[in-house]
């Protein structure tokens, strides 16, 4: 570590103290309600302006309807 | 220090298990390791809330990475990876939090002859850093982490960790005078 690191570590170590905190409880209640909780899939975004893409076409062009079903 | 035999042994039967994915050896290293994983976290979000919170959440993600651990590898480190992302993740889009009321109140390690004011612009200059270069400052700088054991939690060789420490401190310093604080 250098001199000016050490300044610096100096302040640092004046303005913020270092963390004694201590785990005051037990945390298993909290995680077993953490695990009974369903794991919700998170949908990415493109999916879902993928399917407002496709609402939109199928709203402005009703005619694509039966060339979709044809891809699906 | 070595564990007799027989402890060993159970421990590593435990690991085994947990691989597996039995919920009861998980629950048992939950236990066993719950309070090094706070202690990991709170040194780098300064909030005992929020590292609560975090080891929870530390726990569901190596709960649900059962199949992935090596029972013959460190658990204890594989956790402090684990939580040292968690944490990162909730600081890239959390207000930084510089100190933990249990510090204010117990401000024995503080000095004080420093004024509060000086302190106070230490301490903004000090959340001006990024949440990389932050999370390395404050375990380096502040709590005195080994840089081994840093770079193994943060996935990083010793030399990257001794890199952001030398940006940190060179950040800080720039923000440090603008706030008129001659390092």
């Avoid at chain 1, 037990?26 to 879902?48: C, E, G, I, Y």
Wanted: net charge neutral; hydrophobic share 45%; proline share 5%.
């Amino acid at each position: 570590m250098n001199d000016e690191e050490e300044r610096i570590q100096k302040l640092l170590e004046q303005a913020i103290a270092p963390t004694r905190g201590k785990l005051q409880c037990d945390l298993w209640p909290k995680m077993l309600d953490r695990l009974a909780t369903p794991a919700v899939a998170a949908v990415p975004w493109f999916d879902w302006a993928l399917l407002a893409a496709v609402i939109l076409l199928l709203l402005l062009a009703p005619r694509s309807v039966p060339l979709l079903l044809y891809h699906l | 220090m070595e564990l007799p035999s027989a402890v060993s042994d159970q421990q590593s039967e435990r690991f085994e298990q947990f691989a597996r994915g039995d919920l009861e050896a998980f629950e048992a290293l939950f236990r066993q390791f719950q309070g090094e994983v706070y202690r990991w976290i709170v040194r780098m979000v300064r909030d005992s809330g929020v590292a609560e919170d975090l080891t929870v959440e530390t726990f569901w993600r190596i709960y649900r990475a059962h199949a992935r651990f090596d029972p013959k590898r460190s658990f204890a480190a594989w956790a402090r990876r684990i939580a040292s992302n968690a944490a990162l993740d909730y600081l890239k889009v959390a207000k930084p939090q510089v100190a933990l009321e249990e510090d204010l109140a117990a401000a024995e390690g503080l000095n004080p002859g420093v004024q509060r004011d000086l302190r106070e612009r230490t301490q903004r200059a000090f959340e001006k850093l990024p949440a990389k270069l932050r999370v390395v400052a404050t375990l380096a700088l502040i709590e005195e982490q080994p840089y081994q054991e840093i770079g193994e939690a943060l996935g990083i060789s010793v030399g990257a960790v001794k890199l952001r420490v030398f940006r940190a401190t060179r950040v800080l310093r720039k923000e440090l005078r603008k706030l008129g604080v001659e390092p």
